[in-house]
């Protein structure tokens, strides 16, 4: 069973930092595309960063420079380090999984170059002004 287990949100004022951090569990680790999502009350959900089985990044131009995904892969673990925060960054954070193609389920989300359709249940991040 797949599963994705984020942790680390909270509530930090404008230009601080948070490290979020999800566990997977259930599928091979090491060959999935990760990703970050957010979704604000009343907004869309929107990626925010994503990093290959190959260690590659992408971001969203909104964090580019203040945002940085990370992966270890011996510890089955994604992380977001979040620095410089907005207020305008405040959301609730999604951790996401692209499995490959044999895996896919309906609905998956594409967001660079990877589709997702696996999700944790989401870190609450408020950042006050």
């Known amino acids: 069973q797949v599963r994705l287990v984020e942790s680390g949100g909270g509530s930090v004022q404008a230009g601080g930092s948070l490290r979020l951090s999800c566990a997977a569990s259930?599928?091979?680790?090491?060959?999935?595309?990760m990703g970050w999502f957010r979704q604000a009350p009343g907004k869309e959900r929107e990626g925010v960063a994503t990093?290959?089985?190959?260690?590659?990044?992408n971001y969203a131009d909104s964090v580019k420079g203040r945002f940085t995904i990370s992966r270890d892969n011996a510890k089955n673990s994604l992380s977001l380090e979040m620095n410089s925060l907005k207020p305008e960054d405040s959301a609730l954070y999604y951790c996401?999984?692209?499995?490959?193609?044999?895996?896919?389920?309906?609905?998956?989300?594409?967001?660079?170059?990877?589709?997702?359709?696996?999700w944790g249940q989401g870190s609450q991040v408020t950042v006050s002004s």
């Open positions: 259930g599928f091979i680790y090491s060959r999935a595309c």
């Open positions: 990093i290959d089985r190959d260690g590659k990044t």
């Open positions: 996401a999984a692209d499995l490959g193609p044999f895996f896919r389920i309906p609905a998956a989300v594409r967001y660079g170059p990877c589709l997702f359709d696996r």
